[in-house]
């Protein structure tokens, strides 16, 4: 199967900056898209940035100009750095792996667990 993990998630105060890391790991013949979404307590998740094979991205547009995400193909990394960091960025932030885990398989989403960032005013 596949796994997906991110790591670098933490507590910052407000102007302050993070970069989170995501990973996929497994049975993987090519990432399509590898997206970030975050949720934070009451409110539905939401998508934050994303990135296809090719290095096209797209951004939510309250993150435009502050986030930059970027992947390593080589590696099946995914970052996001996250820069200017405002109370209202504080959520989970989950990382998803669209796999295609053979040439004749569909691409496939897969979540990772998780990571909280908290940005403090």
């Known amino acids: 199967q596949v796994q997906v993990a991110e790591s670098g998630g933490g507590s910052v105060q407000a102007g302050g900056s993070l970069r989170l890391s995501c990973a996929a790991s497994g049975i993987i013949w090519r990432i399509d898209t590898m997206n970030w979404y975050r949720q934070s307590p009451g409110r539905e998740r939401e998508f934050v940035a994303g990135i296809d094979s090719e290095g096209k991205t797209k951004y939510a547009d309250g993150v435009k100009g502050r986030f930059t995400v970027s992947r390593d193909n080589t590696k099946k990394m995914v970052d996001l750095t996250m820069t200017n960091l405002a109370p209202e960025d504080t959520a989970v932030y989950y990382c998803?792996?669209?796999?295609?885990?053979?040439?004749?398989?569909?691409?496939?989403?897969?979540w990772g667990q998780g990571t909280q960032v908290t940005v403090s005013p």
């Open positions: 998803t792996s669209a796999v295609r885990m053979t040439s004749l398989s569909p691409s496939k989403d897969f």
